[in-house]
């Protein structure tokens, strides 16, 4: 018995430290959106037949790692390292042109350990005191993911016009699958993958197009400055604590607190929310701008440890953008990890591991990314933005993920797999573009096409 657990331990150690080092430098690399990168990567993980607790600690430290690194390009270039960084970038640039970028980086990243700590713990509770309401959500899964999308969708950039974009969207899903029926192809990843790179597919077509193509042409090429690396410590590793000050780390673990349970919004638009509502309590300028740089980047690390643990957890079903989105193939991943919208069986982490086993090790994969991405990130940051800037090509990192999410479609359906991906793709990349349709409304989409359109047909008798 012991001898299981402790290789369950190492084995979930393992995968943690894997996702914490990829996920580190991944995101050096700016515009390296969370979706497109650590969905297709933790499906692979998980149907390459990792142990649950693996899984969980692969995605968990992952995340934490890339919004530590994120900051990087964020504060250091003025570029956003990823979709959750763009809710930064104002006030990155603010203390650029003050003359701290490296302050700002320290800033974010020590508030993004504090409350990846807090977080889980919080997230745990939470989930356990929903958990009792889960039988019944589960029963009203199709009508919950049905309102769920709408909210999402409501809440999302595009408003109104991303609702009623649902409708179409839901139908494209469905006559695919009827389409891919015909042949006796049941496809459910290639859907997952031809969302989350919605947005490469849509600009690798827009490339082809002469017009887009002119319009993406530049004459120069962009110049950067670094500012002095300056180092404030002895040691390699940092106290963050001491990094930031006794009433950040009170505003940070408050954000972190209240992010946690309001699971259900956009990580990006409880970023603005909880900066503007800090922001407007403080009057000094750099105090301000400081305080708010790391709370909104501990609500990016808060966010996403509670929008995966809690649905994970109290019900089993992917009912928040995070969970829908980045944290999907944790719920649905077939054939190992699915939600069978006919019989309503739920197979997923929900069921393998128990709520002290999420907290084990959430807060093992949280420690992990910690002791990887916070030392690094202090003490390299310059010598690898640089490094990232003038050595790494933006192409090869987007064409890597592109080859790795073509694989995995033809591996589950062969060339209509592909088909599928491409077709969701380029529809999800251009609705995202052209009207806010964005990428967690898109997931929620998808479970309305899989869970809540056959509920509808039975429901009327069609």
Same mark, same amino acid.
């Given at each position: 018995?012991?001898?299981?657990?402790?290789?369950?331990?190492?084995?979930?150690?393992?995968?943690?430290?894997?996702?914490?080092?990829?996920?580190?430098?991944?995101?050096?690399?700016?515009?390296?959106?969370?979706?497109?990168?650590?969905?297709?990567?933790?499906?692979?993980?998980?149907?390459?037949?990792?142990?649950?607790?693996?899984?969980?600690?692969?995605?968990?430290?992952?995340?934490?790692?890339?919004?530590?690194?994120?900051?990087?390009?964020?504060?250091?270039?003025?570029?956003?390292?990823?979709?959750?960084?763009?809710?930064?970038?104002?006030?990155?640039?603010?203390?650029?042109?003050?003359?701290?970028?490296?302050?700002?980086?320290?800033?974010?990243?020590?508030?993004?350990?504090?409350?990846?700590?807090?977080?889980?713990?919080?997230?745990?509770?939470?989930?356990?005191?929903?958990?009792?309401?889960?039988?019944?959500?589960?029963?009203?899964?199709?009508?919950?993911?049905?309102?769920?999308?709408?909210?999402?969708?409501?809440?999302?950039?595009?408003?109104?016009?991303?609702?009623?974009?649902?409708?179409?969207?839901?139908?494209?899903?469905?006559?695919?699958?009827?389409?891919?029926?015909? &042949?006796?192809?049941?496809?459910?990843?290639?859907?997952?993958?031809?969302?989350?790179?919605?947005?490469?597919?849509?600009?690798?077509?827009?490339?082809?197009?002469?017009?887009?193509?002119?319009?993406?042409?530049?004459?120069?090429?962009?110049?950067?400055?670094?500012?002095?690396?300056?180092?404030?410590?002895?040691?390699?590793?940092?106290?963050?604590?001491?990094?930031?000050?006794? +009433?950040?780390?009170?505003?940070?673990?408050?954000?972190?607190?209240?992010?946690?349970?309001?699971?259900?919004?956009?990580?990006?638009?409880?970023?603005?929310?909880?900066?503007?509502?800090?922001?407007?309590?403080?009057?000094?300028? &750099?105090?301000?701008?400081?305080?708010?740089?790391?709370?909104?980047?501990?609500?990016?690390?808060?966010?996403?440890?509670?929008?995966?643990?809690?649905?994970?957890?109290?019900?089993?079903?992917?009912?928040?953008?995070?969970?829908?989105?980045?944290?999907?193939?944790?719920?649905?991943?077939?054939?190992?990890?699915?939600?069978?919208?006919?019989?309503?069986?739920?197979?997923?982490?929900?069921?393998?591991?128990?709520?002290?086993?999420?907290?084990?090790?959430?807060?093992?994969?949280?420690?992990?990314?910690?002791?990887?991405?916070?030392?690094?990130?202090?003490?390299?940051?310059?010598?690898?933005?640089?490094?990232?800037?003038?050595?790494?090509?933006?192409?090869?990192?987007?064409?890597?993920?592109?080859?790795?999410?073509?694989?995995?479609?033809?591996?589950?359906?062969?060339?209509?797999?592909?088909?599928?991906?491409?077709?969701?793709?380029?529809?999800?990349?251009?609705?995202? +573009?052209?009207?806010?349709?964005?990428?967690?409304?898109?997931?929620?989409? &998808?479970?309305?096409?899989?869970?809540?359109?056959?509920?509808?047909?039975?429901?009327?008798?069609?």
């Amino acid at each position: 018995m012991m001898e299981a657990l402790l290789h369950e331990i190492m084995m979930a150690f393992a995968l943690g430290l894997l996702g914490a080092v990829v996920f580190a430098a991944i995101g050096l690399v700016s515009g390296t959106d969370e979706t497109t990168t650590l969905a297709p990567l933790t499906m692979l993980v998980v149907l390459l037949g990792a142990p649950p607790a693996g899984v969980l600690t692969f995605f968990l430290a992952g995340a934490v790692a890339k919004h530590m690194t994120h900051a990087v390009p964020t504060a250091l270039l003025g570029i956003p390292g990823d979709t959750s960084a763009t809710a930064l970038l104002a006030d990155a640039n603010y203390l650029r042109k003050l003359g701290v970028p490296h302050i700002a980086l320290r800033k974010m990243i020590s508030g993004g350990a504090v409350a990846a700590l807090i977080a889980v713990p919080l997230s745990v509770l939470f989930a356990v005191l929903l958990a009792p309401f889960g039988t019944v959500i589960k029963q009203f899964a199709p009508w919950v993911f049905l309102c769920a999308a709408f909210t999402i969708a409501y809440f999302s950039a595009g408003r109104w016009a991303a609702v009623l974009a649902l409708v179409p969207f839901v139908v494209v899903i469905v006559a695919l699958q009827a389409l891919t029926g015909q &042949y006796g192809v049941k496809l459910s990843v290639s859907y997952f993958l031809g969302i989350a790179v919605a947005p490469l597919i849509a600009s690798l077509f827009s490339l082809l197009a002469p017009g887009e193509r002119q319009r993406m042409r530049r004459d120069h090429y962009r110049v950067f400055s670094l500012a002095p690396d300056v180092k404030g410590w002895s040691g390699y590793f940092p106290n963050p604590f001491k990094v930031i000050n006794p +009433r950040q780390v009170r505003v940070t673990a408050m954000a972190a607190s209240v992010s946690s349970a309001t699971f259900v919004f956009s990580p990006v638009a409880m970023t603005v929310i909880m900066g503007e509502v800090i922001g407007s309590r403080i009057k000094q300028a &750099y105090d301000r701008l400081t305080t708010v740089i790391t709370a909104r980047n501990g609500v990016t690390e808060s966010t996403y440890i509670a929008e995966t643990l809690i649905p994970l957890m109290a019900f089993g079903l992917p009912l928040s953008p995070v969970a829908a989105g980045p944290a999907a193939p944790l719920f649905n991943a077939p054939p190992r990890f699915f939600v069978d919208n006919a019989t309503g069986e739920i197979n997923n982490l929900h069921n393998l591991l128990n709520n002290w086993e999420f907290l084990g090790y959430g807060m093992l994969a949280v420690i992990v990314a910690i002791l990887v991405a916070y030392p690094f990130t202090m003490n390299f940051a310059h010598g690898a933005a640089a490094f990232v800037v003038r050595k790494i090509s933006h192409e090869a990192v987007i064409a890597t993920f592109i080859g790795l999410v073509l694989v995995i479609g033809i591996w589950e359906g062969g060339l209509l797999g592909l088909m599928v991906i491409v077709t969701i793709g380029l529809l999800g990349g251009f609705l995202a +573009r052209f009207l806010g349709f964005n990428i967690g409304v898109q997931f929620m989409g &998808y479970y309305t096409a899989v869970l809540t359109v056959p509920a509808i047909i039975a429901l009327t008798g069609n």
